[in-house]
Each structure stands twice: as C-alpha cells, then as structure tokens.
T-cell receptor, first 112, second 114 residues
Framework: DVKVTQSSRYLVKRTGEKVFLECVQD?????MFWYRQDPGLGLRLIYF???????EKGDIPEGYSVSREKKERFSLILESASTNQTSMYLC???????????FGPGTRLTVT | GDSVTQMEGPVTLSEEAFLTINCTYT??????LFWYVQYPGEGLQLLLK?????DKGSNKGFEATYRKETTSFHLEKGSVQVSDSAVYFC?????????????FGAGTRLAVHP
C-alpha cells in the first residue's frame, strides 16, 4: 500500500526558531513536493524535487529551503520561523509521467 | 498563468441530495484535470481524473466530465451520504509540466446532514 508519512501531525514553535519538517515515502517515487494549505487559498507549492539533491522553487519559496539527500526523504526547512508561516504543510510524491500525487497526512505548524 | 477556480463553500446538503461543485480552469495547451478529496484530519487523496477533452472520470459515485469548450470540470454525485462530508479540491496538471506539478483551486467544503 502506498505510504507518505510526515514526522509530526502538530508542531508549535517560537518566532525565530529553525524548524524541520520531514517527509518519507516508501514508493520509490522520483518526484516529491511540499505545499502549504491555507483557508481560501487551497494548496500552494513551496518547493519540489525531481531527484536526489535536485530541487526547484515553487510558487511561494520565500522563507523556506529544502533538502533531499535520499530518494525517499524530502525535508522542508524554515530557517527562522515567523508567525505568517503558521499553516498546514502537506508533502506529496509521484512517479515521473504519473499524474496522481500521493499525499501525507499533513503537519499543522503554529508559530507563536 | 494557469489557474483553477471553484465555487466557494461551504456547501450544506441533506443526505441523498444531488451534489454539484463547479470548477473552471485557465490553461494553455491540454492539461489533465483532477478532483482530490480531503477528509477531516487527513491528507488529500485522488478522487477522479480526466486527461483529455470529453473524458469522464468517475469513482465512488462521483463523476466529472472534461469540457474543453467551457473549460470546466464540474463534480457531481446523484445522492450524497454523510460520509461524503469533506473538502474537495479541483486541480490541473499543465500539459508541459514534466514534473507533474499540480495547480489547485481554493477547495470547497461539503457538509452532509442526516
């Protein structure tokens, strides 16, 4: 069965902290994505990766970075968390040419 | 740029009512179109998809037809159940999107009451 897991369901951090969100998939997918979900805005793409050590900016990359050292793991990093980064973060993966994206359960991050 | 517009929610229906959630898109070329569903406390999961004009996607009693002439992909179900209560997202994958990026609408919350 297809599986995408995220390291935390809920996270509370203080302004200025460095935050790591981890995503792991067990499907041997090349492509992985990080989205944030906000009411009324749907999902917006932050970064994606099409191979190990490769990354591309999405629509809203400012304030974020990513790391992909292994095929199955894609990390989202908030270098210095701010209150406007309070959101739901969703990770997804897919095969090249395969359009269905498989999503993790999400991490609800609150920055105070 | 490419975009997806879907009707605002929430949509509130009684059990066994007919459901329509409107979705229109703007895109160059021939995108693939999707409906994803998010049940409370979960991530998104694919509900149905269509990859070319006039295709009909269907799953779990839901249907949507890819209408290129009206650039629409409306979601329908003949008789909703309480268990259908969720947030529904319309999305497109651009024709030239080699990395399978998805562009999402804002989402429509559906609440079904017994």
């Amino acid at each position: 069965d297809v599986k995408v897991t995220q390291s935390s369901r809920y996270l509370v951090k203080r302004t200025g902290e460095k935050v790591f969100l981890e995503c792991v998939q067990d499907m041997d997918h090349e492509n992985m994505f990080w989205y944030r979900q906000d009411p009324g805005l749907g999902l917006r793409l932050i970064y994606f990766s099409y191979d190990v050590k490769m990354k591309e900016k999405g629509d809203i990359p400012e304030g974020y970075s990513v790391s992909r050292e292994k095929k199955e793991r894609f990390s989202l990093i908030l270098e210095s968390a701010s209150t406007n980064q309070t959101s739901m973060y969703l990770c997804a993966s897919t095969l090249p040419g395969g359009h269905e994206q498989y999503f993790g359960p999400g991490t609800r991050l609150t920055v105070t | 740029g490419d975009s997806v517009t879907q009707m605002e929610g929430p949509v509130t229906l009684s059990e066994e009512a007919f459901l329509t959630i409107n979705c229109t898109y703007t895109a160059t070329g021939y995108p693939s179109l999707f409906w994803y569903v998010q049940y409370p406390g979960e991530g998104l999961q694919l509900l149905l998809k269509a990859t070319k004009a006039d295709d009909k996607g269907s799953n779990k009693g839901f249907e949507a037809t890819y209408r290129k002439e009206t650039t629409s992909f409306h979601l329908e179900k003949g008789s909703v159940q309480v268990s259908d209560s969720a947030v529904y997202f319309c999305a497109l994958s651009p024709f030239s999107g080699g990395y399978n990026k998805l562009i999402f609408g804002a989402g429509t919350r559906l609440a079904v009451h017994p």
